[in-house]
């Protein structure tokens, strides 16, 4: 029995009947307002040679993230400042990892066996690992306390054996602390040459950084017997049968040694306080997700009321993402936040392409930060970045062809959500809104190839992984169809209808290019222009999902079948899908599984889902759907999941995928909001619109006939959806 029927069935009310003794009992509703106990992961077994993604730690600040140990950990990470990120030094051996153990002079995470595997469990506000060795249980709560740049783990050892143990334990600490003051994009800096001094009354090693101002201090309470080789904090034990002892873990960030070693202390002091109110914090969030005119919040969800595990489990999978990216930092340089990734690839930034793929319920639960974001990228050059960094506010990295359209559509869910349209008068960098959202949906017009379709260029600006996915791309070029229609929509309630009506035709008119020179007749799939006049057919979902979502209506009868097709013979699979079919020929270029035929990246099963409900057959996507939905029992979809004829599933999941070379997928996404966006759009049905009103045409029958949305905000009311559609909800 798994968690999700144990709650239905538990507290149901039951009954013996008469003839053959059966068990029965009533359905019942699943949690509106999830437990952190009821996100949790489920318990992962790994041992050391094990490809699998490194659950991470966080608070508002910042994050930590586990590494494969019972006890180590990496990647400490409160930008400005690092500890244990990658030293620069000779020969760097990568990621530092602190807080090692060591056992009776052995290595105990270096194992094959599965008796010893470390088991680990993700919560929303602590990671829990265990593992036995020998008869001795190791167990560990990571955690990273509120308001605080620290990372602390409460340390318990038992033994299980039937007779006295003599244990030496160790823990080797190390850090490489570093502030860094630039733009952040790959990875977290290290400093190699820290200077370190040992504290033994305190329990504590202290270092402190050369070329920066930043200090961490380390340490174990009870403090240990001795320190080995000046980084091994060392305890001799006895433990009786079944005796368990307790050590508490500190790693504190600060600007000076002081502040360091006196942080460290105190919160050693309150270690337990700390903890439980840690988890305190973590509650109130899932909350105030929820409520009305929380403190936490800009926005709110709806509750979603409902007796299907599939329909709870899609939406909490969004819920798990989104809570995952927040960022609510003093050091950041234009306020609360939302990043991309949470893990120790590309720790600090925001990119308009992933976060406008959870737009609709960014929209509602967070719309202020959503905005703000969408202004600081009005004041950046977007057509030479891909993302910006929240520590500086710079924008780094090469541009993005999806740039345009991730902001549009960004903005699109604001002002259909929020009703703000005062927002389109606001002067940013000298010029309203509504001027910068036109120059969006038109840049295009600035890069046309030879076809008549914007050319995107190389590979950098579009998939990465994908080499003939260049130039002139349907999916992109689709994004200005719908870019275009939107922006029309604003000008003609500006009064400026003649600049209206020519986006609508330039729209037709390109979305018929689109479907004339781009579109594999009788394939389901789409091929990409290139400057010499040659086309290059590309079996990817992305132009699948993004035609669908951006000029459906554009499409024949005959083409929606084609695609639909295409996408249960070549894409899906039975836990999860493909980005790439696995008969495309550059199907042997990359194997990034986020955009390739081993996997595919977090939004990609939800975006695709939109689309097929507006062409397919509502009973199979949801069973495909059931399936899907599994893969958050890792806790927040990954920035990508393997396809199961590459990894088995994770009981009943599709496959998290990993952070090693070459796969290098982190541990969640904001984008995985989008299976909250799919809920309401597709499932429940819902349109806003932004000036004729909120409409539904819900599908749930396949799902779950009573299932509800309440509280959904729509420009200032709240309304209820339901099988017969939506209303507002009664004061």
């Known amino acids: 029995m798994n968690r999700r029927t144990f709650l239905k069935l538990s507290g149901a009310t039951t009954a013996i009947a008469a003839q053959g003794g059966v068990l029965s009992a009533a359905p019942r509703s699943l949690p509106a307002i999830p437990s952190l106990a009821d996100l949790a992961s489920a318990r992962m077994p790994h041992t050391f040679m094990d490809l699998f993604n490194l659950p991470i730690a966080m608070n508002d600040w910042g994050y930590a993230q586990t590494v494969k140990s019972v006890s180590a950990i990496s990647a400490v990470g409160f930008p400005p400042y690092a500890c244990c990120g990658i030293p620069d030094v000779p020969w760097s051996p990568g990621f530092l990892i602190t807080c090692e153990l060591f056992l009776n002079d052995r290595f105990p995470a270096l194992s094959d066996d599965p008796a010893q595997a470390v088991t680990y469990q993700w919560f929303p506000h602590c990671v829990v690992r265990e593992q036995t060795v020998d008869e001795i249980r190791f167990r560990t709560t990571l955690f990273l306390p509120p308001q605080h740049r620290a990372a602390m ?80 904090l060392t305890y001799h034990l006895i433990l009786a049968p079944g005796e368990r002892r307790e050590f508490h873990f500190v790693c504190a960030l600060a600007p000076t040694a002081a502040e360091a070693a006196a942080m460290h202390d105190r919160l050693q002091s309150s270690f337990a306080d700390l903890e439980a109110e840690n988890e305190r914090r973590f509650e109130q969030l899932l909350r105030s997700a929820y409520t009305p005119g929380n403190s936490d919040f800009s926005g709110h969800l709806p509750r979603l009321q ?46 308009p392409w992933d976060t406008s793929l959870s737009s609709l319920s960014l929209a509602l639960l967070d719309p202020q930060p959503m905005r703000n974001l969408v202004e600081i990228w009005f004041q950046r050059d977007m057509h030479q970045h891909l993302a910006t960094d929240y520590i500086t506010g710079e924008a780094v990295g090469p541009w993005y062809a999806v ?113 004339s020179v781009l579109y594999v007749k009788g394939k389901g799939w789409w091929r990409a222009g290139q400057p010499d ?21 554009d499409l024949s009868d005959d083409q929606k079948r084609e695609m639909a097709h295409f996408f249960w013979t070549q894409l899906a699979s039975k836990k999860w899908m493909r980005a790439l079919a696995a008969g495309d020929p550059d199907a042997t270029w990359n194997v990034r599984p986020d955009h390739s035929c081993l996997g595919a990246y977090a939004a990609w099963p939800p975006e695709c889902a939109k689309g097929l409900f507006k062409t397919d057959d509502p009973a199979r996507i949801a069973a495909w759907l059931e399936q899907v939905s599994r893969a958050g029992n890792q806790g927040p979809i990954g920035q990508a999941h393997y396809v199961e004829q590459v990894v088995p599933p994770l009981q009943g999941g599709a496959y998290k995928a990993s952070n090693d070379a070459p796969y290098i997928e982190d541990w969640s996404c904001v984008s995985g909001g989008a299976f909250i966006d799919m809920t309401i759009e597709s499932i429940f049905g819902v349109a806003p619109s932004l000036y004729n009103g909120i409409h539904a045409a819900p599908q749930l029958a396949v799902f779950d006939a009573n299932a509800r949305l309440e509280g959904l905000r729509y420009q200032g009311d709240d309304y209820t959806v339901s099988q017969a559609g939506i209303a507002r909800s009664r004061k």
């Not at 120790?344 to 930034?349: D, F, G, K, R, S």
Request: charged residues 20%; proline residues 3%; contains cysteine.
């Open 153 to 232: 783990q409460k340390i318990e050892i038992r033994n299980t054996s039937a007779g006295s143990r003599t244990l030496t334990v160790g823990f080797n600490m190390r850090a490489a602390i570093a502030k860094k003051t630039t733009a952040w994009f790959t990875n977290l800096p290290g400093e190699g040459d820290n200077l370190s001094s040992w504290d033994a009354p305190n329990g504590r090693i202290l270092w402190t950084a050369q070329h920066s101002q930043a200090a961490a201090a380390q340490g174990i309470h009870p403090p240990a017997d001795e320190l080995v080789a000046g980084n091994v």
């Open 306 to 351: 409902t007796e299907s595990e599939t329909l709870w489990n899609l939406w909490q999978n969004g819920l798990k993402n989104l809570l995952t990216a927040r960022r609510v930092s003093p050091d950041s340089s234009y306020g609360p936040t939302y990043i991309t990734l949470s893990g120790h690839v590309l720790p600090t930034l925001s990119f």
């Open 533 to 553: 006049g040659s086309f290059k057919e590309v079996r990817h979902c992305y132009d699948f999902l993004a035609v669908l979502d951006n000029m459906s209506q």
């Open 403 to 515: 740039n345009d359209m991730a902001i549009v559509r960004l903005s699109r869910d604001y002002l259909r959500i929020t009703g703000d349209f005062q927002w389109l008068n606001k002067s940013i960098a000298g010029k309203p809104v509504l001027d910068h959202l036109v120059e969006h949906a038109t840049h295009w017009k600035t890069i046309v190839g030879k076809n008549g379709l914007a050319d995107y260029g190389g590979i950098s600006n579009l998939l990465e992984v994908v080499s003939t996915y260049i130039h002139e791309v349907a999916g992109m070029n689709a994004g200005n169809v719908s870019s275009m229609r939107f922006v029309a929509e604003l000008l003609d309630h500006r009064g400026r209808g003649s600049e209206a009506a020519q986006l609508r035709a330039e729209a037709t008119a390109l979305a018929q290019r689109i479907n």
